[in-house]
């Protein structure tokens, strides 16, 4: 196989995902599996890959202060994508991965990507020990509780480790969270609880960071409707030790679908329903040619939440081979805190 010729197959389903996520919303080959209600996860197999499902990711973002109090961002996402159902050896392998790294200061936002085939040992995820891996681009430890991660980028690079202090949790309904009013669903949880340290290298030099990190784990065939464009997630971390996931889905008609999670300190989890958790955008900025809502209202009136979740920097766009905005913010109002902004579909 030539070299373009790999390029193109690697980058086509990129394509159709990067045209306004709306790709997540296209209908699977029958072969693929879709998500059930009642599931019932199998640990720690679980935190390795599900090759009969077409889209899946291992995704950790971090909030971060060096010992000045400057704050930081960390994300770095492993992405599995399929051609088609299950795992072949070497070139036959259908399965295609690629990673994205990412680090955020107040004023400056540097990010990077990396790809893969499947079947050749270059990327991939072993459940025990965990090891998910793309080039040298590494999150391993001996479970998935106590992890260290490393990447490297053409102007950063990072050391970190993680420890968990908490829970697994898991959205939805025990893990099965709807997408839409059709029906579309994912397998969802997440580990919020991780304390985070190590070192960031920087274009000025090397930082000694540290904080709290956050590690979603999702897997589906067809997450999102055909109608659905593309979705605003919020991973918020009060000063109070609770916690909330909360996403609006955005619609053709100008409506949203929702859902969020609502976390205790000691990781009990409370599931909403559409409709319970808002966000409303409270100011725009003009983002690499595009007009982004980096301030917004989020509200879930059940727990008394009413804040005010404001970007670090406005300027966080992922200019990568998919396009979205993913960056730090700060939690003011009812609530106090710091956590993390993703938006798609913007283009």
């Not at 997540?24 to 059930?36: I, M, R, V, Y």
């Not at 949790?169 to 579309?184: I, L, M, P, R, T």
């Not at 599931?271 to 301030?295: H, I, K, M, N």
């Not at 970007?311 to 992922?318: L, Q």
Request: glycine content about 10%; hydrophobic content about 40%; proline content about 7%.
């Amino acid at each position: 196989m030539n070299a373009r010729l790999f390029f193109l197959l690697c980058l086509w389903p990129l394509a159709a995902m990067a045209q306004g996520f709306s790709g997540l919303g296209s209908e699977a080959d029958a072969e693929f599996t879709n998500p059930a209600p009642d599931p019932a996860f199998n640990f720690p197999a679980d935190h390795g890959p599900h090759p009969e499902y077409r889209i899946e990711w291992w995704y950790l973002t971090a909030t971060l202060e060096d010992a000045d109090g400057t704050p930081y961002g960390l994300q770095w996402t492993l992405f599995r994508t399929a051609l088609a159902p299950g795992e072949r050896d070497g070139w036959a392998s259908p399965q295609i991965w690629f990673a994205h790294a990412a680090v955020t200061t107040p004023d400056t936002h540097l990010a990077t990507e990396r790809f893969a085939r499947g079947g050749i040992g270059q990327a991939g995820v072993e459940a025990a020990p965990f090891r998910a891996w793309i080039d040298e681009w590494v999150l391993k430890g001996p479970d998935f509780d106590t992890l260290i991660l490393t990447a490297q980028g053409p102007d950063f690079a990072y050391d970190m480790a993680l420890t968990a202090q908490g829970p697994l949790v898991f959205h939805g309904q025990d893990g099965y969270s709807v997408k839409s009013a059709e029906g579309q669903a994912s397998y969802y949880y997440s580990q919020p609880f991780f304390d985070i340290t190590g070192t960031l290298t920087l274009p000025d030099g090397e930082v000694a960071v540290s904080g709290q990190a956050w590690l979603d784990r999702e897997w589906s065939s067809q997450p999102l409707s055909e109608t659905q464009t593309g979705w605003d997630w919020f991973s918020l971390s009060f000063d109070a030790g609770t916690k909330l996931m909360g996403f609006q889905l955005r619609q053709t008609d100008g409506t949203t679908f929702s859902s969020a999670t609502w976390i205790a300190a000691d990781g009990t989890t409370t599931p909403y329903a559409d409709g319970a958790f808002t966000a409303r955008p409270l100011g725009e900025t003009q983002v690499a040619g595009r007009s982004l809502p980096t301030r917004w209202q989020v509200t879930l009136p059940e727990r008394g939440v009413d804040v005010t979740v404001n970007a670090m920097n406005r300027d966080a766009w992922m200019d990568l081979s998919i396009h979205y905005w993913e960056g730090p913010v700060d939690i003011t109002g009812s609530h106090t805190g710091r956590g993390y902004l993703e938006m798609t579909g913007y283009e």
